[in-house]
């Protein structure tokens, strides 16, 4: 509907940092468990780029406190907001535990999904950009389709990676360490699958 009062267009490029900072965080994620040896360094990198992610989302909320015009509604915009910080957490909170619970080198299953993680962010961060113009949205349905797979690819290796996890046995401790840490990772995929579902919402709503 037009209005004479024009939409804060500053939510767009808030929105695209925070989708930036998320992709930032899962690429380090994923450099961590391929370089294990410097894992100190990529850890505290993790933590600066969730600074940087809390960061964006209260200058995104401080915004909408501010705003009489936006350019979705609100709560879609709070949503949007709390889902990519939400990635950013979970992969900062898996990652912490890794050095915090002293494991002694990523596993298989680890290091796997950490590729989708990163593919599923790369993915979310895409669908991102497309809000500037959702009237015309050409392939952004093929982008949503493609997370909603991933998350379901992510699904089944945390299913196959705690399977053999409790297979294998071995110290109780250590495998609720890796239980933890699996579940943290694949909740960070599924985080992007919640951005998916967020724009699409979006998109029904403003197309």
């Not at 930032?24 to 450099?31: G, I, V, W």
């Not at 889902?83 to 898996?94: F, L, S, Y």
């Amino acid at each position: 509907m037009f209005s004479i009062i024009p939409r804060d267009k500053t939510f767009f490029e808030l929105f695209e940092k925070a989708g930036e900072v998320m992709v930032r965080a899962a690429d380090a994620y994923a450099r961590l468990v391929l370089d294990y040896a410097q894992r100190e360094e990529h850890v505290a990198r993790i933590r600066q780029v969730e600074h940087d992610g809390d960061e964006i989302a209260h200058r995104t909320f401080d915004r909408l406190d501010q705003t009489f015009i936006t350019p979705f509604d609100r709560e879609d915009i709070e949503t949007l907001t709390l889902r990519v910080d939400d990635v950013i957490d979970e992969i900062d909170a898996a990652a912490k535990r890794l050095t915090l619970y002293r494991i002694p080198e990523p596993s298989t299953w680890l290091i796997r999904q950490t590729e989708v993680l990163q593919k599923s962010c790369r993915l979310a961060n895409q669908a991102i950009g497309y809000l500037r113009n959702l009237k015309k949205p050409d392939g952004l349905h093929k982008v949503l389709v493609e997370i909603h797979y991933l998350e379901n690819v992510g699904d089944d290796n945390n299913h196959a990676a705690l399977a053999e996890l409790f297979d294998q046995g071995g110290d109780p401790l250590l495998v609720m360490k890796w239980k933890e840490i699996y579940e943290l990772t694949e909740r960070a995929i599924d985080r992007c699958e919640d951005i998916a579902n967020a724009i699409r919402a979006i998109m029904l709503k403003n197309a």
